[in-house]
């Protein structure tokens, strides 16, 4: 499968430009989620890195600011793929009392004996949620955060960064301590990806 962001009918995308929004980046991660959960699909890859410059450029991960290519610049899309990156290998069962189809979605996973939480904010304003893993109390939560400050922001952060290093090593996310706790309450921002992973003990 290719092609599941944002794509022209008829040309009049062209003209909002939605694909280099944090609204495609919202779509393409859950579309990707969707895929996974559903295990409809043998594989997926992005249709481009980058497109001409004289199309219009809009849809790649990548962009250029002029005919010689020069300046490449990242499309929020790029960062929900890199989120997808290192959320691991599997998908487990989730739960959620969010409407998921505009409001929150949450994508549960494991990655080297950890718990990892894909969650998307489809709205602009931030969302609570109480997290909680069966069987198993939360010692501590690392987080990185893609967010924009609406939908249709084209320079959303990456844990605060316009432009974070290719590596993301500018970038780091951060750490909480919960204690040891069977639960605990998060705030989602808006128009935001967030990636959790859980470090638990029994």
Known sequence: MSEYGLTSSGWEEREGQRISQQINALMVSDSIGQMGVNERFIGSNQFTMYYDYSFGNEFGMMGFKDENYSDAYRYPTY???????????????????????????????????????????????????TISVDGATIVSERADTFVGSTIHDTLPTFNGKVVPADDLSDAPGTTTDIGAASSYVRSFPGASITLIELTTQP
Not at 101 to 121: D, E
């Open 79 to 129: 960062y929900a793929m890199a989120r997808w990156k290192r959320f691991g290998t599997s998908i487990k069962d989730v739960s959620t009392t969010f409407d998921r189809s505009s409001t929150l979605s949450a994508y549960a996973g494991q990655k080297n004996g950890k718990t990892t939480l894909m969650v998307i904010n489809k709205t602009n304003s931030p969302q609570s949620a």
